[in-house]
């Protein structure tokens, strides 16, 4: 058992100790989620993921992603889930955050195929580095636009979102009408809340984008304007 297989040992026993029985039928009701919860909440996670990181540190990136792989593919709970991605995204770690890591994030994207796991990974993760290798990984978003998956076609739609000024407002574009006669709710919902999002920052090129798209679903077009009166 090598450090990543202690890491993943660690943060089980750590959620087995936090559960709450009591609470976990009604977390997995509100997420939908086929795969059991153990009922532990997200601060007290918070604090597991600290105490594991600084007991078992992952001396490379390969143990790295062997211990988000063993947590995320091997998990019974949820939770352990959570942890993979809180692990993934851990400062302690941000250095090991580039395209090499996509392979990686596309896993995820494409087994998790749920909005909690997705959002976080295309929002957190993927963005970012989108951002920082731009050359890179827009290429790979115009393609997952327009890829079989929704998820990954979601994930190209939402992983600007918070890129304020540093929008590529191309890429936006592109991702959005490969997706626009979409009746999927959760691309519909990506699209507007990509939109919605990008508003706060040049509202007048969402107003132009809405006028100019007359697809775009009601439900898309009310999240763009929600705030734009």
């Known amino acids: 058992m090598d450090i990543a297989d202690e890491f993943a040992s660690a943060a089980r026993r750590g959620l087995a100790e936090l559960a709450d029985p009591a609470k976990a039928p009604e977390m997995r009701a509100y997420m939908k989620s086929e795969m059991p919860f153990r009922g532990a909440p997200k601060p007290a996670r918070t604090v597991l993921i600290r105490r594991v990181i600084t007991e078992y540190p992952l001396p ?4 790295f992603t062997k211990a988000v792989l063993t947590l995320w593919r091997e998990a019974e709970f949820r939770e352990e889930r959570y942890v993979a991605l809180d692990l993934a995204g851990h400062r302690a770690y941000a250095g090991w955050q ?10 995820l994207v494409v087994t998790g195929a749920w909005w909690d796991f997705v959002d976080e990974i295309a929002i957190r993760r993927i963005g970012p580095i989108l951002r920082a290798e731009p050359a890179v990984l827009t290429p790979k978003m115009r393609e997952w636009a327009r890829d079989p998956d929704r998820w990954r076609r979601r994930t190209s739609v939402i992983c600007q979102v918070g890129a304020k000024a540093g929008t590529d407002t191309e890429l936006l574009t592109h991702t959005i009408e490969a997706n626009i006669e979409d009746p999927d709710f959760f691309l519909r919902k990506g699209i507007g809340w990509a939109l919605r999002e990008y508003a706060k920052t040049n509202p007048g090129w969402v107003r132009l984008f809405v006028e100019h798209h007359p697809g775009l679903s009601g439900l898309s077009r009310r999240e763009a304007l929600k705030h734009l009166g």
């Open 60 to 63: 490379n990136r390969e143990l």
């Open 98 to 107: 580039d395209s090499s890591l996509l392979p990686l994030y596309e896993e």
